[in-house]
Nanobody, 124 residues
Framework: VQLQASGGGLVQAGGSLRLSCEAS????????LGWFRQVSGKEREFVSV????????YYAESVKGRFTISRDKAKKTVYLQMNMLKPEDTAVYYC??????????????????WGQGTQVTVSS
């Protein structure tokens, strides 16, 4: 599976951005597609994940109610709609694909494939 993330940028606090992650290669039917973020010098942090078949969702507490993950099966693309952005959301955002058990998917080590990061900067 190859993943291509896009959509990052600079936005003011309170604004919105939508990240996209386009997948190619093998079928995604068994995969869960997740988003992580990383600030320089810190560990990569789980943001959200969606089960490709079935659409089950899970969010980190820090983004719940502000971010929405979704997928378009025809486009093989996962989206992360980010609303009410805060300066602390500033990070490089990565999409990733996992075959792991649902209960383990906040662990970055459970993800087999990673896209390149896209920078999100939220100014105060």
């Amino acid at each position: 599976v190859q993943l291509q993330a896009s959509g990052g940028g600079l936005v003011q606090a309170g604004g919105s951005l939508r990240l996209s992650c386009e997948a190619s290669g093998e079928s995604l039917s068994s995969y869960k597609l997740g988003w992580f973020r990383q600030v320089s010098g810190k560990e990569r942090e789980f943001v959200s994940v969606i089960r490709w078949n079935g659409g089950q969702l899970y969010y980190a507490e820090s983004v719940k109610g502000r971010f929405t993950i979704s997928r378009d099966k025809a486009k093989k693309t996962v989206y992360l709609q980010m609303n009410m952005l805060k300066p602390e959301d500033t990070a490089v955002y990565y999409c990733a694909a996992s075959l792991g058990a649902w209960s383990t998917l906040s662990d970055q080590n459970m993800y087999r494939y990673w896209g390149q990061g896209t920078q999100v900067t939220v100014s105060s």
